[in-house]
């Protein structure tokens, strides 16, 4: 079972802001990276550190972190955002972990 | 530009052994961790472990040691994730991914900058 815990569906109206969080104890020592995984595509990441996003990643994306909770904030939320979204970090014992998963649904 | 490619679909029965392999081009390849995760059908990610290609040096998850093997072929940039024995529980994506280290101010973290497309792995029960 995964130490990294996420709400498992979030939905949000096009154009509005969504956060989906993190949570786990690893995540007071390391950042949590974030991946965004649409249907029968490989996982793309979105957000890494303290908060900094891959190119081509659009800046509507942005992360950040309060004890041991991290999130993931899509402002203006767009049509193709809709995907499931993954946090990772490390677990207790220092082995890398994925978080449960979110379904963003953009209504 | 950086690429993680990946061998074709598998379809195997139980018992048998498989060998998956991943190949990396456009950067150095030793000096990226490969980790490789799977995603069963219709379930979400799982780290299964990595291997340093500079000196193969493994770690695994303890849900997936002794029950896969994680190797490299630095050669020919080419890191691998085999089975001995198949089975039906093993049906599933695996991925690919090359492994880089943020820090800043004593705070650090990994993450997966690029990803293979993907091998399915189907055996039927």
């Known amino acids: 079972s995964s130490e990294l815990t996420q709400d498992p569906a979030v939905s949000v109206a096009l154009g509005q802001t969504v956060r989906i969080t993190c949570q786990g104890d690893?995540?007071?020592?390391?950042?949590a990276s974030w991946y965004q995984q649409k249907p029968g595509q490989a996982p793309v990441l979105v957000i890494y550190?303290?908060?900094n996003r891959p190119s081509g990643i659009p800046d509507r994306f942005s992360g950040s972190s309060s004890g041991n909770t991290a999130s993931l904030t899509i402002t203006g939320s767009q049509a193709e955002d809709e995907a499931d979204y993954y946090c990772?970090?490390?677990?207790?014992?220092?082995?890398?972990?994925f978080g449960t998963g979110t379904k963003v649904t953009v209504l | 530009e950086v690429q993680l490619v990946q061998s074709g679909a598998e379809v195997k029965k139980p018992g048998e052994s498989l060998r998956i392999s991943c190949k990396g081009s456009?950067?150095?390849?030793?000096?990226?961790?490969i980790s490789w995760v799977r995603q069963m059908p219709g379930k979400g990610l799982e780290w299964m472990g990595r291997?340093?290609?500079?000196?193969?040096?493994?770690n695994y998850s303890p849900s997936f040691q002794g029950h896969v093997t994680i190797s490299a072929d630095k050669s020919i940039s080419t890191a691998y994730l085999q089975w001995s024995s198949l089975k039906a529980s093993d049906t599933a994506m695996y991925y690919c991914?090359?492994?880089?280290?943020?820090?800043?101010?004593?705070?650090?973290?990994?993450?997966?900058?690029?990803w293979g497309q993907g091998t399915l792995v189907t055996v039927p029960s």
């Open positions: 456009g950067y150095s390849f030793t000096s990226y961790w």
């Open positions: 991914a090359r492994r880089d280290y943020y820090d800043s101010s004593g705070k650090g973290g990994d993450y997966f900058d690029y």
């Open positions: 291997i340093d290609p500079s000196d193969s040096y493994t």
């Open positions: 550190g303290k908060n």
């Open positions: 690893s995540l007071r020592s390391y950042y």
């Open positions: 990772k970090s490390r677990d207790s014992s220092g082995n890398l972990v």
